[in-house]
């Protein structure tokens, strides 16, 4: 009972936090929906037990790339942020025939499934036993992801800082 | 929901948001007169008991302040900017008070009437501290909201500030904490703070000392304390993002701010200073929490008297010092808990030596980060003329 | 080499001894506790500032005996306007820079403490509002009629007319004066007993060379007469 | 950390470096808590790092040397009270000097030690203050400011007990003092001046040697000695600047060339923030030097010459001036043989040091701006007239 | 509460994604809306390991950790190209980025 309304609380905050971050034009209501949708993303990984999980969700998702997003939308955007008419929508109509399809095909192996073949079992949540798994069989997906990761950054860094050519104006004609 | 829990939750959560309210009301006024001392004035001493007409005549050194202050706060008018955004200028100052109510839960304190309801104290997470700092760190959203919906230049670069502060001072903060955690081996408040039980606390060690210095020096960062108080720089952009803030909801601003120092100094205490460990504990185990609160007092007053002391930095050099000082020095620290762990420590002699290694390596490395990073930076030389 | 952080250790020392030391040490302590309970004792530099709800505020003087606040007008003992200083000669009125001084002369002369005759101010304005507290009003006065007061409690809820002082709220005696302002009232007494005795020395020697011209002139004449008389006879 | 050069730095080099996003303009002032008064920097930001400022300036104008030539000449002592309300002693003696030279009187030794004590409490007042809000502008919750504005008490105690007013003074007269000091003044002044260097040790101990200080104010907000000349730039800020320049030395007026003091200047070339305030520090020193000689050398006598208080010069042109605390100070008359001047002006060191500002901004960042126009020293009263 | 909820919900949080990425023409938008599907598949990646036989072998909360990981990495890139797309055209706007070079 207390799992089903927790349940049914945070689908509902996590699907209008999506359907708010897509469709709203404002870009900083657009970021701040995200993360209401992403806070409601870490609940539900409360409520399937894997806590580690919601924590790293809560510490990634919203403390480092939505801000991240917050600060690339203070760059590229006016300080405001209305975008106004530029951003208007496109396709919108085909756009949503489309999601409907990809949802329907979604649906299929549920459906075919019908009724739910398991229920949870009982499980001692344990960040320990996850951290030994990242340790022992894991250690090099680990470090290969360490390398992607500090790729990634320079990567970012790099094309963010932009290549520093010589401006065509600045030479005399 | 069966009744138990509720009661049981209740019990767990009430407490909390009685107790820390009351002792923000009580850390506001023991600020206004420690600074006041420190810079050689009284500080508030007339409202004694108030709603009375005894107020001036039992003044009680004042302590009737902070509630005079929180009557004013309260019916002061609330004002919002015309082209401001009128439901993140309502949401900020609430979303900045949620995460740091809700981190108190993370923070092992041994209330008497808790000991009954261990199944829902959240500092029994296995996470309990990732989970800290994670939900600490929701805090940056706030002040940016804040900043962001006041539609104020001031505000928008002190919120931009704090961003870019919180961001970076959250990694030295995490490396500092990371060296307790492998000692420990768990991620667990409530096994941390066991594991310092009597006098074995981790400051009363090489890393744990070193680790408790640039943990506190980060979370003065986090909370935006003096001399990290750029979002809020009052000399530059006036109060930053809650320039455009008054009565309610600044004040509950101002009790996020200091809700979040209690917080951030219980992690500390969890940490690194032995939790409700002290003298006494054995006898009268409800001594526990009053030797909690007692140790977060204690880290507030050294935040009070350096907010007494210390001008701040500048932007850039906030930055520089977290990533080029802190961090490097996080860093080493960890290698140096490491080796320091494998050392067979039985005499007094071989004690000593490690003490004295460590913290030479840390030292030496610290001399060189900041000759690396201010090179030039030194008292001058003067010359008169006859 | 020195201590890494030692400068912010040094002042940390610095505030902490502050902080004890305005427990112990009562020179650090500057600010003084004005408004303070019934009942208790007053603080040392709190001057004549009124202990009771409901005293006349107006009375208020500051802390020191040396301060000086807005201009008023001096009588001596008896009667105000009986005893004015004031002769209504306008200079002050002249000199004054931001020229806050408004003074109507009486149209005819009254008889003042064993004096002669002189005008009176009718009317004496005096605007706090813009006075700037210069003093050279007291300056240029030549009958020590105007000196400064230092009653400071002068705030009032009528923005127009309130600090509009009149030539009644600005009378005060010379007894006033000596007790706000004692030893500047006594070198002042004390000159102007000085000038009004070489007045009077002068006064008495003119007389005296006066009449001694007189008497000369007298005699002159006797003589002359004499003579005359002794040239007709 | 950023190096700043000694040139004001070239934007369009900067900007490459940076996203080339939109600038943000900000208008501080005039009721920012740092800009001294009212006084307002337009300033164009690029993130945190300032691109143009231009100072706008004149919300405190009042008229004063058209005042001036409306009055008398005792008239407008006063009103030099205003011009730079920390300093009125020095104002005073400034605009006294150049009356003097216009009527040719003389003034009694006493007064002329007296006036030399009071200009160099006035020094010490306004560096202890200036010193106070300058570290108040990095930040330090005004507790430096408090310990300046506890010492500034006790001088501006004397001040009250010598004029009757603590900022306001009008002391000065033509031709020596309104009235001397109350009885035991001297000892009183100088019990003040023998603690002073108590309080200066701490003040020392407290700020000079502070990592925090020391990152902040050096290598920002530099001015070369060479714009300093060309600016026009006098006081402790051009000998900052490495310029040994004072006007206590070149002009010995007063009796300046009774007392032994030395003027601290800056070796380098550099005139940063530090350099300003160090200078400032070693300047109050050597004043206390100049204040204890004063006091040893004081005689009984009169203080005010027989100047009549209203006169009428001959026609003629002077210019007085003085080493105020800020810079130097003159007062320029025309008289034209009547009792009012025909010409009134007055040389305001505040404005003419404020002219560098936004050499010294570009490139900085925000807070460092703020921190430059703190340690320019400027009171608005004297920079709008 | 069984498996099949967890699944729905993940297609619909897919789908709400999917909307984002084919309806709006910001390119932050669509990066954000990316973001929105790949957590729909680590909800899916949860539930599938909650309701599994074996859970201790913690396959799914390793993975998820992963893509968490390897997503933070892609918002650091993505947004780094926007950045530097935007330098160039001065817009976000994806439907006016369509050369290859400055003209």
């Known amino acids: 009972m207390n799992e089903e309304i927790a349940f049914w609380m945070l689908s509902a905050i996590a699907v209008l936090g999506a359907l708010v971050a897509v469709r709203k034009r404002n870009l900083i209501h657009g970021v701040f929906a995200l993360m209401v949708f992403f806070a409601g993303l870490a609940g539900l990984f409360l409520l399937l037990l894997a806590e580690f999980i919601a924590a790293a969700q809560i510490l990634v998702y919203i403390g480092a790339v939505g801000i991240l997003l917050l600060f690339a939308i203070m760059l590229t955007e006016r300080v405001a942020g209305d975008d106004g008419r530029r951003m208007t929508s496109r396709g919108w109509f085909w756009g949503l025939v489309a999601a409907v399809a990809v949802f329907v095909v979604l649906l299929l192996p549920p459906i075919q499934q019908f009724p739910s073949p398991e229920h949870a079992r009982a499980i001692e949540p344990s960040v320990k036993e996850l951290g030994e798994k990242l340790m022992h069989p894991y250690v090099v997906t680990l470090e290969v992801l360490a390398l992607l990761l500090t790729a990634a950054l320079i990567g970012a860094v790099t094309a963010a800082q932009g290549v520093r050519m010589p401006k065509e104006e600045d030479s005399p004609e | ?386 | 080499m020195s201590l890494l952080g030692g400068g912010i250790l040094k002042g940390m020392a610095v505030t902490l001894r502050n902080f004890v030391g305005s427990y112990f040490d009562r020179d650090r302590l500057t600010t003084n506790d004005y408004a303070w309970r019934a009942g208790d004792s007053l603080p040392q530099h709190a001057g004549e500032y009124p202990k009771e709800e409901g005293e006349q505020l107006r009375d208020t003087t500051t802390v020191s005996q040396y301060s000086r606040n807005f201009p008023m007008l001096l009588h001596d003992e008896g009667e105000a306007m009986d005893t004015i200083r004031c002769v209504a000669c306008q200079i002050c009125e002249r000199e004054c820079p931001p020229q806050c001084i408004y003074i109507e002369k009486s149209t005819e002369k009254m008889e003042r403490g064993g004096n002669k005759a002189q005008f009176y101010p009718a009317k004496f304005d005096i605007d706090v509002s813009v006075c700037m507290s210069c003093q050279i009003c007291v300056e240029v006065c030549p009958f020590d009629a105007i000196v400064m007061n230092s009653q400071f409690e002068l705030s009032t809820s009528n923005r127009f007319g309130g600090l509009l002082l009149r030539r009644d709220d600005l009378l005060k005696s010379n007894g006033y004066y000596h007790k706000i302002h004692p030893e500047e009232a006594a070198a002042r007494d004390r000159r102007m007993a000085e000038e009004k005795a070489a007045k009077e020395a002068k006064k008495k020697a003119a007389a005296e060379a006066a009449r001694k011209k007189a008497e000369e002139k007298a005699k002159a004449e006797a003589e002359a007469d004499d003579k005359k008389q002794e040239d007709t006879q | 950390m950023s190096s700043a050069t000694a040139t004001a730095p070239n934007y369009e080099l900067i900007q490459q470096d940076g996203l080339d996003t939109g600038l943000l303009e900000v208008s501080m002032g005039p009721h920012h808590p740092s800009t001294h008064g009212v006084f307002r920097m337009d300033v164009k930001l690029d993130g945190e790092t300032v691109v143009d400022l231009s100072p706008v300036f004149g919300y405190l104008h009042r008229n004063h040397e058209k005042l001036a030539e409306n009055m008398s000449y005792l008239g407008s002592m006063p009103f030099t009270d205003r011009l730079d309300y920390f300093n009125s002693m020095t104002n005073n003696w400034a605009y006294a000097l150049a009356a003097e030279k216009l009527v040719e009187i003389e003034v009694p030794e006493r007064a002329e030690y007296l006036r030399v004590i009071m200009a160099e409490l006035t020094r010490l007042v306004n560096h202890l203050s200036l010193v106070g809000f300058f570290v108040n502008d990095l930040g330090a919750l005004g507790t430096p400011l408090l310990y300046a504005f506890r010492e500034r008490e006790k001088i501006l105690d004397l001040f009250e007990q010598a004029s009757g007013a603590r900022m306001m003074c009008n002391y000065f007269r033509f031709g020596g003092l309104r009235n001397d000091v109350p009885e035991g003044w001297l000892d009183r002044a100088r019990e003040v001046v023998d603690r002073f260097p108590v309080f200066l040790d701490e003040y020392e101990k407290l700020l000079c040697e502070n990592e925090i200080i020391l990152s902040r104010t050096q290598g920002v907000g530099n001015l070369s000695r060479d714009l300093a000349i060309s600016a026009g730039i006098t006081g402790p800020m051009l000998r900052a600047s490495g310029e040994r320049y004072d006007l206590r030395k070149v002009d010995r007026y007063g009796i300046y060339d009774r007392f032994q003091f030395r003027v601290p200047y800056s070796d380098g070339d550099v005139g940063d923030c530090y350099d300003r305030f160090i200078v400032r520090m070693l300047e109050m020193r050597e004043s206390i030097g100049i204040l204890k000689q004063a006091l040893d050398g004081i005689e009984h006598g009169p203080v005010l010459g027989n100047a009549p208080k209203v006169f009428k010069p001959k026609p003629a042109e002077v210019y007085g001036r003085v080493e105020a605390p800020k810079g130097e100070l003159g007062f320029y008359l025309i008289a034209d043989g009547t009792p009012k001047p025909y010409r009134y002006r007055v040389r305001p060191p505040s404005l003419i040091n404020l002219t560098v500002l936004r050499d010294m901004c570009l490139g900085q960042k925000v807070a460092d701006a703020v921190i430059i126009l703190g340690s320019i020293d400027i009171v608005l009263g004297e920079v709008d007239r | 509460m069984t498996l099949h909820h967890y699944l729905i919900l993940a297609a619909v949080l897919f789908c709400v994604g999917l909307i984002g990425v084919f309806t709006r023409r910001n390119a932050i938008v669509v990066l954000f809306s990316v973001e929105i599907m790949l957590n729909a598949a680590n909800l899916n990646f949860i539930a599938f390991w909650r309701y599994s036989e074996n859970p201790a072998l913690l396959h799914g909360p390793l993975f998820t950790l992963f893509a968490i990981a390897v997503a933070a990495a892609e918002v650091a890139v993505g947004l780094a190209l926007v950045i530097a797309v935007y330098r160039h055209f001065k817009t976000v706007d994806l439907e006016s980025m369509d050369t290859l070079r400055e003209e």
Not at chain 2, 109 to 134: K, Y
């Open chain 2, 1 to 386: 929901m069966s009744p138990d829990l509720v009661r049981d939750i209740l019990i767990a959560t009430v407490p909390l948001m009685v107790i820390f309210p009351t002792l923000f009301a009580f850390t506001t006024w023991l600020e206004r007169k420690a600074l006041a001392r420190i810079q050689n004035r009284i500080g508030p001493n007339k409202v004694g008991v108030p709603l009375t007409r005894y107020g001036g005549r039992f003044s009680l050194f004042g302590l009737g302040q902070p509630l005079a202050d929180g009557i004013k706060m309260l019916f002061k008018e609330n004002i919002v900017p015309r082209d401001a955004d009128r439901l993140f200028h309502l949401l900020a100052p609430i979303l900045a008070l949620i995460p740091a109510m809700l981190v108190l839960c993370f923070l092992p304190i041994e209330f008497p009437w808790t000991e009954s309801l261990l199944p829902v104290q959240a500092f029994l997470l296995d996470g309990a501290v990732i989970f800290f700092f994670a939900i600490t760190g929701l805090n940056t959203l706030a002040i940016f909201m804040a900043g962001w919906a006041s539609r104020n230049k001031y505000s928008l670069l002190g919120g931009m500030r704090a961003i870019a502060q919180m961001v970076s001072y959250e990694i030295p903060l995490v490396l500092s904490a990371v060296v307790v955690v492998m000692m420990v081996g768990s991620l667990n408040a409530a096994e941390i703070a066991n594991a310092q039980a009597g006098w074995n606390w981790f400051v009363f060690t090489p890393w744990g000392l070193a680790a408790f210095v640039i943990f506190f020096i980060a979370s003065l960062a986090e909370t935006n304390r003096s001399p990290f108080d750029l979002p809020e720089a009052e000399s530059e952009i006036i109060a930053g993002y809650f320039t455009e803030y008054s009565g309610f909801k600044f004040a509950l601003f101002f009790l996020g701010e200091y809700i979040a120092m209690f917080a951030i100094s219980g992690l500390a205490v969890t940490l690194f200073l032995g939790g409700g460990a002290g003298p006494g504990i054995a006898t009268l185990p409800w001594l526990s929490a009053m030797w909690f609160i007692a140790k977060i007092f204690a880290l507030i007053a050294v935040m009070i008297w350096l907010r007494g002391t210390l001008p701040r930095l500048r932007v850039d050099q906030l930055m520089g010092f977290a990533w080029k000082f802190l961090l490097p020095l996080s860093i080493l620290n960890i290698l140096v808990a490491g080796f320091a762990h494998f050392i067979p420590q039985e005499n007094i002699v071989s004690k000593v030596a490690v003490w004295v290694v460590s913290l030479g390596i840390l030292y030496m490395a610290a001399k060189g980060l900041n000759q690396l990073n201010r090179p030039n930076v030194r008292p001058r030389d003067y010359k008169y003329a006859e």
